[in-house]
């Protein structure tokens, strides 16, 4: 029997409430079990220590899952293809999977379909097929869906370039704090202002990205923020102490 080590006293209780369950068969517990070796929760001594996941382990539980219709299941198998995690590298069983799991509407699973249908990995490329999967879940409420269809809108890519609609599906982005998404909303509401609001709201999302630690930020920020009236900059900053004292 293979020695299991666990990385904590917790991820150990957890992994024994759903082994049993998970050899009994139940999907969810499989699929939960196979995150734990994914996220290196548990497995052999020498992994634990080097802090590696068990690929080999994740793969085994993910797998079992998603044959019985796991839909989280599935796409996260599907994601393991797309990046040669614990099996080969097969962009067209990723796109197998992630098709399944969006049969079910899996909104993640839907993104993940339509990245590969932008850059053409494991499907013909095609920007429209992209582009209606991206709007689905930017409604759904993803703010990866959101960001992509951002800059589908900023490019011009499969649409009309339209600044403002980016602006929008940036914000919805930025609000649920994706980083990336703060970063470029940021830019864009500073190199495309119409005046001082758009040129404060700019300033805010931009700094606080550079504070996340955003590469494109920090250096976009200070570029930009020495261009800027004083006003509008005393205005972001008091924004911006504002919403420190809440947090």
């Given at each position: ?40 929760e ?80 494991g ?24 960001y ?52 404060v ?8 990205a ?38």
């Amino acid at each position: 029997m293979i020695k299991l080590t666990f990385a904590s006293p917790e991820a150990e209780q957890k992994f024994y409430s759903l082994r049993d369950k998970a050899e009994a068969g139940n999907a969810d517990a499989q699929h939960q079990l196979g995150g734990m070796y994914l996220l290196g929760e548990v497995g052999q001594p020498s992994k634990i220590l080097a802090g590696e996941p068990d690929f080999d382990q994740a793969i085994k539980w993910f797998r079992l899952a998603a044959e019985q219709g796991h839909a989280d299941a599935q796409n996260t198998l599907g994601v393991r293809y797309n990046r040669g995690e614990g099996v080969s590298q097969d962009f067209a069983e990723a796109c197998r999977w992630f098709s399944l799991a969006e049969q079910q509407g899996n909104v993640s699973a839907s993104v993940n379909l339509a990245m590969n249908y932008l850059r053409g990995l494991g499907v013909p490329q095609d920007v429209n097929e992209a582009l209606n999967r991206f709007k689905i879940a930017a409604e759904a409420g993803d703010k990866l869906a959101q960001y992509h269809l951002a800059n589908m809108y900023q490019e011009g890519m499969g649409v009309e370039q339209d600044i403002e609609a980016a602006q929008h599906w940036l914000t919805q982005a930025a609000k649920q704090g994706f980083v990336p998404a703060q970063s470029m909303l940021g830019y864009l509401c500073l190199s495309h202002a119409c005046g001082d609001e758009h040129r404060v709201t700019g300033y805010v999302w931009l700094q606080r990205a550079a504070t996340a630690g955003d590469p494109d930020a920090i250096k976009n920020f200070a570029a930009l923020q020495s261009q800027l009236p004083e006003t509008v900059r005393e205005r972001a900053e008091q924004i911006l102490r504002d919403i420190d004292a809440q947090s």
